[in-house]
């Protein structure tokens, strides 16, 4: 999977198209991503007898295909490719061969 937790990520299909979010959790086994404000579902908490009834708005996975890196200084989408730098695998920008980490 390329894309890592405390990435910058923009949603490319589905309900949320467009927006961008930091990644809270990544779940490669499943090819899942959980990204800020996206895919917000609705909980409702029963009443217990420390704290009352509530709803919470939850942030739910996504797939990590729907998903593609934001490069915040091109402002756009960048796809992910691998290059061995210094005997080390790393992540590096397709279009500008940047580093990304």
């Known amino acids: 999977m390329r894309i890592k937790k405390d990435d910058t990520v923009v949603v490319i299909t589905g309900k949320d198209k467009g ?4 990644v809270l959790k990544a779940m490669p ?6 990204v800020q404000g996206v895919n917000v579902q ?4 029963k009443a217990t007898r420390n704290a009352g ?3 919470k708005h939850i ?3 996504i797939d990590a295909s729907n998903v593609m890196l934001y490069d915040t200084k ?8 691998y290059q061995v730098k210094d005997g080390k695998k790393v ?3 397709r279009k500008t061969g940047a580093v990304i980490d």
């Not at 609705?42 to 908490?45: D, F, R």
């Open 74 to 81: 091109a402002k756009a989408a960048v796809k992910v490719g």
């Open 19 to 22: 927006k961008t979010g930091v």
């Open 53 to 55: 009834a509530e709803i």
């Open 59 to 61: 942030e739910g996975p």
């Open 29 to 34: 086994a499943e090819n899942k991503v959980v």
């Open 42 to 45: 609705t909980k409702h908490a």
């Open 91 to 93: 992540r590096v920008n």
